[in-house]
């Protein structure tokens, strides 16, 4: 996501829930000065005060930072697979593996 686009993002969700830059810097523990940088583009804000501001306006943190990166939405999935394989028990995993198998022909 645009940095500027962020902010503007940031900016109006902040205007939707009636607060101010004030307020919302007291709620986040930061300045009023960062919340406006923050607004202007000039700084992005870290994942920890992103997932504070998404609860105070009441969105989802993945609406605040947009699509996942190719990159790693493939590794989030490689990883998931994985756990869900691994609690699998023996039998299970050799059907499974059978079924992939007929999948790549």
């Known amino acids: 996501m ?11 969700l902040r ?8 307020q919302v810097a007291k709620a986040l523990g930061v300045t009023p000065g ?3 940088n923050v607004e ?4 992005a804000m870290s994942l920890r005060i ?3 501001y998404a609860k105070l306006v009441g969105c ?3 609406s605040l930072i947009g699509e ?9 999935l490689d990883r998931a697979l994985y756990e869900a394989i691994v609690k699998l028990d023996t039998s299970t995993k050799e059907k499974l593996l059978k079924t992939i198998e007929l999948w790549k022909k």
Do not use: F, H, V
Not at 40 to 43: L, Q
Not at 68 to 76: F, K, V
């Open 60 to 62: 989802s943190l993945d």
């Open 50 to 52: 992103l997932t504070y």
């Open 15 to 22: 205007i939707k829930n009636g607060l101010t830059q004030d």
């Open 2 to 12: 645009e940095q500027e686009n962020y902010g503007n993002l940031i900016k109006n």
């Open 40 to 43: 202007n583009g000039r700084t």
């Open 68 to 76: 996942l990166e190719p990159d790693y939405s493939e590794t989030a």
């Open 34 to 36: 960062y919340i406006s």
